[in-house]
């Protein structure tokens, strides 16, 4: 099946079954990023041209010594987008299109930088929270599937090399759960341990490992489907117009993977919102619904981060 086909299969199926209720979600949403917009922009316009954050990842030498690097970084505002937020809709691809299986989904993350890098080995603390809805729109009363909440709080280290930022290191304890009780209550913590790398400026690859400790009575095989831990891998063009991302997740069984993809374009230059494409494809999208299979593919719009983001 094309790409072509599912895109269109989906804006048909939006078309068909409450339109005007999905135009007033998606204007909200997009009223959203007046609240977070210069959270995400002003990690390089906040400093001096000089000291563009860009400039820290180039193969060039621009500063002179690893506090100056420190101190540009530690200019960037403390509050900001974490991941993706995003509004989006869209169809399953394995099992029938109904109004009860398409649905929409968002996600609201941001992040608040505690200290600057003062602490041991040059270390900085932040918090972070993710909230995962699944929204059953097109339904009958429009009830809320899943919603997924994952607050955390770790401890980063940027890495230098010759002057060069190559990337960040974390440690984080997290928790996720789901909020439901009885049959219905998803719940696990755990520390994770993650590095992103910054290849070049437009490419950055990602890993990070989990030691959980899942204490739902509902969900004691979560690993099973959820794995312990994930790559990620990032790519723009140089004015970030477009932005190509892949997370690869590897569940019990060998060669059992867990994939999402997208692909975000810039619908103007002086904002950072984006149309959005995603494909998700394996299990655990979906605390609630962590054990049964899914594929889906859903469009929308998106306010990403910073592509040099620290966190």
């Known amino acids: 099946m094309s790409i072509l086909r599912l895109f269109t299969g989906s804006i048909k199926f939006i078309i068909a079954n409450s339109m005007n209720k999905f135009i007033k979600y998606i204007l909200i949403f997009l009223l959203f990023p007046f609240t977070l917009f210069g959270q995400t922009q002003d990690s390089t316009a906040i400093l001096n041209k000089e000291d563009n954050l860009a400039d820290l990842f180039k193969r060039v030498t621009i500063y002179r010594s690893e506090k100056e690097i420190l101190d540009a970084i530690d200019k960037i505002p403390p509050f900001g987008i974490y991941k993706d937020n995003f509004f989006i809709t869209g169809i399953p691809l394995n099992q029938k299109i109904t109004n009860n299986t398409a649905d929409a989904m968002f996600q609201i993350s941001i992040r608040h930088r505690l200290t600057k890098s003062i602490l041991p080995f040059g270390t900085f603390a932040y918090l972070t929270y993710t909230q995962k809805s699944f929204w059953n729109i097109y339904a009958e009363s429009s009830p809320f599937r899943d919603t997924n909440y994952n607050p955390g709080v770790g401890l980063a280290k940027v890495i230098l090399h010759k002057n060069r930022l190559l990337g960040v290191a974390f440690i984080q304890i997290k928790h996720e759960s789901n909020g439901r009780e009885k049959e219905e209550s998803r719940s696990w913590n755990y520390l994770s341990l993650a590095a992103k790398y910054y290849i070049n400026p437009q490419f950055n690859i990602s890993g990070e490992f989990w030691l ?100």
């Open 212 to 311: 959980p400790y899942v204490d739902g009575d509902n969900n004691k095989d979560l690993l099973d489907y959820k794995g312990l831990g994930q790559i990620n891998v990032s790519l723009t063009d140089a004015r970030q117009k477009w932005w190509l991302e892949m997370q690869l997740n590897q569940r019990k069984g060998f060669g059992n993977i867990n994939t999402i993809a997208s692909i975000a374009f810039k619908v103007s230059k002086s904002s950072n919102q984006y149309l959005f494409l995603r494909f998700q494809d394996g299990y655990g999208d979906s605390l609630l619904d962590y054990n049964k299979y899914s594929m889906n593919v859903r469009i929308g719009m998106c306010i990403k981060p910073d592509f040099y983001s620290i966190y």
